[in-house]
């Protein structure tokens, strides 16, 4: 009987657990794509445009149907590896037309901004701060460095610094070098 | 071992590895601490931890001993002080006593020998004063650990713990700067142990120290006794035996308590707090005699010195101005810090900064020359080594090959970069080193990735709210269409541009009339 008892307890148990789970994998379905999601986590996220398409999401949905993994500018030489490991290409070179930069961000001449908001209307992060006919300001630390708040600025108050201090960082030793051992 | 009084007790825990490297420590502790004189020009890098301090002062200006020359916004910074009178005679790129020997921005004082002092604020009965008065108190003094990591004082003292613990271990090898305070200011000591028993709100101290330091241990106990007499306190002194590195933090903790902090955690979570003897007493001058933190105690030894001993620095001193008012010989090797965790300085315009506690002028073959690294044998020695039972062959395979998950999962940040490791190597290799150098690469990676959620964020959230205004623009103009071709099918026959026109011009009257009637 009690054999019995507990068979049908499992059954029960077993038949409200799959319930649950069917109704999961309806109801909490991701829509995603997950390769575009990975290939968008290597992508650096600088919305630039650089590789044509307008972000970085775009260009990882086309290289997941099948365009080419070199024409990120920033993401560099590393981020192209990074690509050709997760999708099992070959590592090309980056896009001659491209170059790879060095990383930047955007100074607004705030005494010559006249306030018109283009640049605001073009940066693809809300990163600059402003009204109309009020001087504008780039938020340094969410700037991405992509550009495209310069051509847009009528009085070419905008330009891109390049980020010096990265601050100093231990170097990789030498395959074959002085122990650094001192006693 | 028990003395038969309940002051010192001989701690029985251990701890996984450590090594045994030469003391050299009696060149140094022989003679009482001196004060060294000030120099004529004192250079502060504008840096704490690697992050910038901004100046408060200008140059040209005159400032006094004591005085806020420079702070930080950072939460992990301190303040800077002026370490005598005189004026600010540059802001300007200097040397730094720095593994990297990279110049950076310092602040210059050419020092007027007048050693004026800005008013000193004692805090007139600390123990009748609220917490956050002793806090800010010592925050304002520039307070940050004199053991080697340079964090704030203030940040770890706001933490509410059972026990505290000093750390008088002073592990490495030459280093006795903190064997001589304890020799020479017990009494003080105690004073601040027990200003930071109340901060702390904790109930018990223990002092961990090393069995070579017989002196130390007997001052502190005379001091604590002493101290009994008046008033009922529970500090006693746990002997742990001489091995590279008891020191460390969470070593320490174990060799006492018998107890592991939980990775990624501090003390804290233990009820621990941990202190060293030197931040104790820059505590007792910040708030009993009112002077912040503008001197520390600094060891000079090695072979090329003539007057080895520990001296009393102003920070900012440049090393070389240390090495010839002791008539020190011409060196071979200078390291700042100990020889397990220090660095060599190759610029000795370099100044003494809050972390420097041991100048090392070594002479020949002092200080073994540089070898060359050769294969690893997998003999597994450095397993045995490490004090916080890592796999240190392993590390340095996955650093080497740039495999930084793996490094990661082989508990990286574990390592306290003792050295132990690479010391008992028989193949030499720089193990520390490519460690530091995983660590950093770890760190700048995080960042960039941190960065690159924060712009896919916003950058989804914009696209988001581009798409939110085009519908609704379009939805405003379908119902107002709607509403259009409404109001003219009740009308009948008028079309529509007609009932815009007339809508315009109804709203124009509505308008003029609204204006007229608020400025009659
Ligand atoms: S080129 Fe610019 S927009 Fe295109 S993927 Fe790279 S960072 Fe993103
Ligand atoms: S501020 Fe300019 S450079 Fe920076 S992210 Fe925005 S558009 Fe790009
Ligand atoms: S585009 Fe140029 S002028 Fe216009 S708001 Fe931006 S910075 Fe100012
Ligand atoms: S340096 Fe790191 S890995 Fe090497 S012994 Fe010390 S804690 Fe262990
Ligand atoms: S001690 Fe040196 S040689 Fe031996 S296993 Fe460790 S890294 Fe390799």
Redesign the pocket.
């Known amino acids: 009987m009690s054999t019995f008892v507990a068979v049908v307890l499992l059954v029960l148990l077993a038949a409200a657990c799959g319930a649950l789970l069917g109704f999961a994998a309806i109801h909490f379905k991701v829509e995603s794509d997950p390769v575009v999601e990975q290939i968008d986590a290597i992508l650096p996220q600088t919305q630039c445009g650089q590789c044509g398409y307008p972000g970085c999401r775009p260009y990882a949905e086309a290289i997941a149907n099948g365009d080419e993994i070199n024409k990120c500018p920033p993401g560099g030489e590393a981020g192209v590896k990074a690509l050709a490991d997760l999708l099992g290409k070959d590592i090309v070179p980056l896009d001659e037309s491209l170059e790879e930069a060095a990383p930047t961000v955007a100074y607004i001449r705030e005494d010559e901004c006249i306030g018109c908001t283009k640049c605001i209307q073009a940066c693809p992060v809300d990163a600059i701060l402003g009204a109309p006919k009020l001087m504008h300001t780039v938020i340094v630390d969410e700037c991405t460095g992509c550009d495209l708040c310069v051509a847009p600025c009528p009085v070419d108050c905008i330009d891109m610094i390049p980020i010096s201090d990265k601050g100093w960082s231990w170097p990789e030793p030498a395959q074959r070098i002085p122990v650094q051992q001192v006693v | 071992m028990n003395r038969g009084n309940d002051i010192i007790f001989h701690s029985s825990y251990q701890i996984h590895g450590g090594i045994h490297p030469p003391e050299n420590k009696a060149q140094s502790n022989q003679s009482p601490i001196q004060d060294l004189p000030i120099p004529p020009q004192l250079v502060y890098p504008l840096l704490h931890n690697d992050r910038p301090l901004t100046p408060t002062v200008e140059v040209g200006e005159r400032v006094l001993a004591g005085q806020i020359i420079a702070d930080g916004k950072e939460a992990t910074s301190a303040n800077l002080h002026a370490g005598t009178s005189g004026i600010v005679s540059a802001i300007e790129e200097h040397s730094l006593p720095h593994p990297s020997s990279d110049k950076g921005q310092c602040l210059v004082i050419t020092a007027d020998g007048a050693d004026e002092w800005a008013p000193r604020s004692a805090l007139k009965s600390a123990f009748e004063q609220p917490r956050e008065a002793l806090l800010e108190h010592i925050n304002q003094a520039g307070i940050a650990g004199l053991g080697g990591a340079v964090f704030p004082s203030h940040i770890k003292l706001a933490s509410q713990v059972e026990t505290l613990i000093v750390n008088a271990a002073e592990c490495e090898p030459y280093i006795t700067c903190d064997d001589r305070l304890m020799r020479e200011q017990a009494s003080e000591l105690i004073t601040a142990i027990e200003l930071v028993l109340y901060l702390a709100s904790a109930k018990q101290c223990v002092i961990g120290i090393e069995d070579n330091k017989p002196e130390a241990i007997a001052a502190l106990e005379e001091a604590i006794q002493l101290r009994k007499k008046e008033t009922d306190l529970d500090i006693r002194i746990g002997v742990v035996p001489t091995r590279y590195p008891s020191g460390g933090e969470k070593q320490l903790i174990e060799l006492l308590t018998g107890q592991q902090v939980p990775q990624n955690q501090r003390p804290s979570a233990l009820g621990l707090l941990v202190h060293n003897v030197a931040t104790l007493y820059a505590i007792y001058q910040a708030i009993v005699l009112g002077q912040p933190l503008i001197s520390r105690v600094v060891t000079l030894t090695g072979d090329a010195a003539t007057k080895p001993g520990n001296y009393r620095v102003r920070l900012g001193t440049p090393i070389n101005w240390l090495l010839e008012q002791t008539d020190t010989q011409p060196y071979e090797r200078c390291v700042m810090g100990g020889p397990m965790m220090g660095f060599e300085l190759k610029d000795l315009s370099a100044p003494v900064v809050k972390a420097t506690n041991c100048i090392i002028a070594a002479g020949k073959n002092e200080l073994s020359e540089p070898s060359q690294a050769?294969?690893?044998?997998?003999?597994?020695?450095?397993?045995d080594?490490c004090p916080a039972s890592l796999l240190?062959?392993q590390l340095?395979w996955f650093s080497r090959a740039k495999d930084f998950e793996k490094t990661r999962d082989y508990n990286l940040f574990d390592c306290i970069e003792c050295g132990a490791?690479a010391w008992?190597?028989?193949?030499h290799?720089p193990?520390v080193q490519y460690y530091r150098f995983a660590k950093t690469e770890i760190r700048a990676q995080d960042e960039e990735k941190r960065k690159a959620d924060a712009a896919r964020k916003r950058h989804e959230f914009r696209t988001m709210r581009l798409e939110r205004d085009k519908k609704e623009r379009a939805e405003r103009h379908k119902k107002a269409a709607e509403k259009r071709k409404n109001a003219a099918q009740s009308k009948g026959e008028v079309d529509e541009k007609k009932a815009t026109v007339a809508d315009a011009i109804a709203r124009a009257r509505a308008k003029k009339k609204a204006a007229k009637d608020s400025s009659s």
């Not at chain 2, 050769?374 to 397993?383: F, K, N, V």
């Not at chain 2, 008992?424 to 193949?427: E, M």
């Open positions: 050769l294969a690893c044998i997998r003999c597994g020695e450095c397993a080594a240190p062959q340095y490791c008992v190597c028989p193949s290799i193990l």
